[in-house]
T-cell receptor, first 108, second 117 residues
Framework: KQEVTQIPAALSVPEGENLVLNCSFT??????LQWFRQDPGKGLTSLLL?????REQTSGRLNASLDKSSGRSTLYIAASQPGDSATYLC???????FGKGTTLSVSS | DAGVIQSPRHEVTEMGQEVTLRCKPI?????LFWYRQTMMRGLELLIY????????DSGMPEDRFSAKMPNASFSTLKIQPSEPRDSAVYFC???????????????FGDGTRLSIL
């Protein structure tokens, strides 16, 4: 059964810092991996989706990479801002299983 | 365009009562998902539908839980009888693909925060 793990569970950084969030999965037979953002009291907003044939996707200050062979994905956030504070979740596409998320706090 | 709409946003009820959660997916999306989110277990898939037909309900925890999709624009998740351990945030999501082999993302509603006393 697919298991998705996100480390760290929580992260606090000062504004302007570059940071990396990690997602690991046990079953490498995935079609895609998706990163979401969740604000308190809200649903999930899709940030980036990487197909299994791709290595990375970029959107603005966000860059997500995928290494299927090692069962890892990373979400890189450049020049973090207080507005980036939220919980970030990854989803391994095959079994629609989510990690528990990394809660990010960016202080000004 | 309207997103996924869930109602109610909050529900507080006593154990033993019947609870019905509602979801309106994005028009044109033929996949609908129900999830439950708790601090302990994170986000769990309960069931998903394709063209109003349940495809995978292996995540439904017990027979007390049931879900229906009578038409393309409406789905319900029902708990009867409810128990305190059912307290969680329940999310509905829709997609034009199952999210397994496509580049179409899921779109989530804002959830229903359920508290069973």
């Amino acid at each position: 059964k697919q298991e998705v793990t996100q480390i760290p569970a929580a992260l606090s950084v000062p504004e302007g810092e570059n940071l990396v969030l990690n997602c690991s999965f046990t079953d490498s037979a995935i079609y895609n991996l998706q990163w979401f953002r969740q604000d308190p009291g809200k649903g999930l907003t899709s940030l980036l989706l990487i197909q299994s044939s791709q290595r990375e996707q970029t959107s603005g200050r966000l860059n997500a990479s995928l290494d299927k062979s090692s069962g890892r994905s990373t979400l890189y956030i450049a020049a973090s801002q207080p507005g980036d504070s939220a919980t970030y979740l990854c989803k391994a596409g095959t079994a629609l299983i989510f990690g528990k998320g990394t809660t990010l706090s960016v202080s000004s | 365009d309207a997103g996924v709409i869930q109602s109610p946003r909050h529900e507080v009820t006593e154990m033993g009562q019947e609870v019905t959660l509602r979801c309106k997916p994005i028009s044109g999306h033929d996949y609908l998902f129900w999830y439950r989110q708790t601090m302990m277990r994170g986000l769990e898939l309960l069931i998903y539908f394709n063209n109003n037909v349940p495809i995978d309900d292996s995540g439904m925890p017990e027979d007390r839980f049931s879900a229906k999709m009578p038409n393309a624009s409406f789905s319900t998740l029902k708990i009867q009888p409810s128990e305190p351990r059912d307290s969680a945030v329940y999310f509905c999501a829709s997609s034009s693909s199952p999210g397994q082999d496509s580049n179409q993302p899921q779109h989530f509603g804002d959830g229903t925060r359920l508290s069973i006393l």
